[in-house]
């Protein structure tokens, strides 16, 4: 279970907000697998989850852009590399049991995240300050 605090915060409304959803997403994803519930309550909510990480990293890298922001190369692959490792976990799922694939998704997804938000993500909003 994860809960949201300062040491998480960026200092940018709407990509905290994002990060908030996010949380709160993985938090379900983790009640899901662990009640038990149907292979189709996990699947659901892992392609919400999968969506909603698509639609954020887009809006980063758009706010990134419109900045100017030198790293934002950089940043798109550190993007890409979570979607290529998560794509590639749930290719598993034929093989694997369902269950077993989105606990490893949300494992990794949890563990990546935490460490994006805190280091990768921070940069981007000192950036920003700078130039305002
Ligand atoms: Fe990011």
């Given at each position: 279970m994860l809960t949201w605090g300062d040491e998480y915060q960026i200092g940018?409304?709407?990509?905290?907000?994002?990060?908030?959803?996010?949380?709160?997403?993985?938090n379900q994803l983790e009640f899901n697998i662990g009640s038990n519930q149907a292979a189709?309550?996990?699947?659901?909510?892992?392609?919400?989850?999968m969506s909603y990480i698509s639609f954020h990293f887009a809006h980063e890298e758009?706010?990134?852009?419109?900045?100017?922001?030198?790293?934002?190369?950089?940043h798109q692959l550190a993007h890409q590399a979570l979607i290529t490792e998560t794509t590639r976990?749930?290719?598993?799922?034929?093989?694997?049991?369902?269950?077993?694939?989105a606990l490893e998704?949300?494992?990794?997804?949890?563990?990546?995240?935490?460490?994006h938000i805190r280091q990768?993500?921070?940069?981007?909003v000192a950036h920003i300050r700078g130039l305002s």
């Amino acid at each position: 279970m994860l809960t949201w605090g300062d040491e998480y915060q960026i200092g940018h409304e709407d990509m905290d907000g994002e990060h908030i959803i996010l949380f709160a997403l993985l938090n379900q994803l983790e009640f899901n697998i662990g009640s038990n519930q149907a292979a189709s309550c996990v699947t659901d909510l892992l392609r919400a989850l999968m969506s909603y990480i698509s639609f954020h990293f887009a809006h980063e890298e758009a706010l990134m852009m419109l900045y100017g922001y030198p790293e934002l190369a950089d940043h798109q692959l550190a993007h890409q590399a979570l979607i290529t490792e998560t794509t590639r976990l749930s290719q598993r799922a034929t093989s694997v049991d369902a269950g077993v694939v989105a606990l490893e998704i949300r494992t990794f997804v949890r563990d990546w995240l935490l460490g994006h938000i805190r280091q990768d993500d921070r940069r981007y909003v000192a950036h920003i300050r700078g130039l305002s």
